[in-house]
């Protein structure tokens, strides 16, 4: 049986029942029997074998499905399916990010590891903890990655939108209404209205970019700190409740974006696409080092 990941929000989600239906009859060893019964059959000119291959294929898909041994190994491979996925998801956006965000990462990176290495010498029996910070910092990182890419997105954004030229559009047609003919001036009334909303999403997403600009940095200073205290050993429990703390605050800080993504899900079609979507949370992070161009898992 092949080694299982423990844990993780794939592990957690079970699939059904027609799902382990169709692996165990995709698994390739159950493709190796229905293929041998099929050369038996061709080679001595009969459908005996196809005939006990399939009384053998109905008892092996009755049986094998509901083996928990069996579903362990289908979530473990449904768990490592997602893994690439999301890999190549950050990937994407580590690509887009401008070298100096690039170099951004690579030092909170650099951070992760170190206290990695420095906890990494602690007796036994703080082991357990020491892997849950792997975990822990492992997240961080990944969702560094991710409001790094958001911010990104908002300068984008912000830099190829002109409030004041939205807002002298506004004064113009808010002027001109009283001198617009009947189905004008409701025409005109809708572009008012547009353009309304144009600017509270402009403020929006400014404001939502100051937020995701603090969390990264506030990311940034806590990594630091625990560097500096993993470098004396302080009790890593102490520490993994501080980085529960940086989770949850970070956590937060990722629901605004999405608030904000929702608004502009709803955008006028002259807005839509201008801000793309944050992949979804991820188990693993992407640990990547720029200089070298690529992540680790």
Same mark, same amino acid.
């Given at each position: 049986?092949?080694?299982?990941?423990?844990?993780?929000?794939?592990?957690?989600?079970?699939?059904?029942?027609?799902?382990?239906?169709?692996?165990?009859?995709?698994?390739?060893?159950?493709?190796?029997?229905?293929?041998?019964?099929?050369?038996?059959?061709? @080679?001595?000119?009969?459908?005996?074998?196809?005939?006990?291959?399939?009384?053998?294929?109905?008892?092996?898909?009755?049986?094998?499905?509901?083996?928990?041994?069996?579903?362990?190994? +289908?979530?473990?491979?449904?768990?490592?399916?997602?893994?690439?996925?999301?890999?190549?998801?950050?990937?994407?956006?580590?690509?887009?990010?401008?070298?100096?965000?690039?170099?951004?990462?690579?030092?909170?990176?650099?951070?992760?590891?170190?206290?990695?290495?420095?906890?990494?010498?602690?007796?036994?029996?703080?082991?357990?903890?020491?892997?849950?910070?792997?975990?822990?910092?492992?997240?961080?990182?990944?969702?560094?990655?991710?409001?790094?890419?958001?911010?990104?997105?908002?300068?984008?954004?912000?830099?190829?939108?002109?409030?004041?030229?939205?807002?002298?559009?506004?004064?113009?047609?808010?002027?001109?209404?009283?001198?617009?003919?009947?189905?004008?001036?409701?025409?005109?009334?809708?572009?008012?209205?547009?353009?309304?909303?144009?600017?509270?999403?402009?403020?929006?997403?400014?404001?939502?970019?100051?937020? +995701?600009?603090?969390?990264?940095?506030?990311?940034?200073?806590?990594?630091?700190?625990?560097?500096?205290?993993?470098?004396?050993?302080?009790?890593?429990?102490?520490?993994?409740?501080?980085?529960?703390?940086?989770?949850?605050? +970070?956590?937060?800080?990722?629901?605004? @974006?999405?608030?904000?993504?929702?608004?502009?899900?709803?955008?006028?079609?002259?807005?839509?696409?201008?801000?793309?979507?944050?992949?979804?949370?991820?188990?693993?992070?992407?640990?990547?080092?720029?200089?070298?161009?690529?992540?680790?898992?």
């Amino acid at each position: 049986m092949a080694d299982e990941p423990q844990g993780g929000p794939a592990m957690d989600r079970e699939p059904d029942s027609t799902t382990y239906l169709k692996e165990a009859f995709k698994w390739q060893y159950n493709q190796i029997g229905l293929g041998a019964a099929l050369a038996f059959a061709l @080679v001595s000119g009969t459908a005996l074998p196809i005939l006990l291959g399939a009384g053998l294929e109905l008892i092996y898909l009755s049986l094998v499905p509901q083996s928990s041994r069996f579903r362990r190994l +289908v979530r473990s491979w449904q768990y490592a399916a997602e893994k690439r996925q999301k890999e190549v998801s950050l990937n994407a956006i580590f690509q887009e990010l401008p070298p100096e965000m690039r170099l951004k990462y690579a030092d909170v990176d650099k951070l992760c590891r170190s206290i990695l290495e420095n906890y990494s010498h602690l007796s036994a029996s703080s082991q357990m903890i020491t892997q849950q910070m792997e975990e822990r910092l492992q997240g961080l990182a990944q969702s560094y990655l991710r409001l790094l890419y958001a911010a990104h997105q908002y300068r984008q954004y912000l830099l190829t939108t002109s409030p004041n030229a939205i807002q002298k559009d506004m004064d113009a047609l808010q002027k001109g209404l009283a001198t617009d003919v009947p189905k004008v001036q409701e025409i005109n009334r809708k572009r008012i209205e547009i353009l309304s909303k144009r600017l509270e999403k402009f403020d929006k997403a400014q404001e939502s970019g100051k937020v +995701v600009d603090a969390q990264c940095a506030a990311m940034e200073e806590v990594l630091q700190l625990i560097r500096d205290q993993s470098v004396t050993l302080r009790d890593p429990q102490q520490v993994s409740d501080q980085l529960d703390n940086l989770v949850k605050d +970070v956590e937060q800080t990722e629901e605004t @974006v999405k608030e904000v993504e929702s608004i502009f899900d709803m955008a006028s079609p002259e807005m839509t696409g201008s801000l793309a979507p944050l992949p979804s949370s991820l188990p693993a992070a992407p640990a990547a080092d720029p200089r070298r161009n690529r992540l680790r898992n």
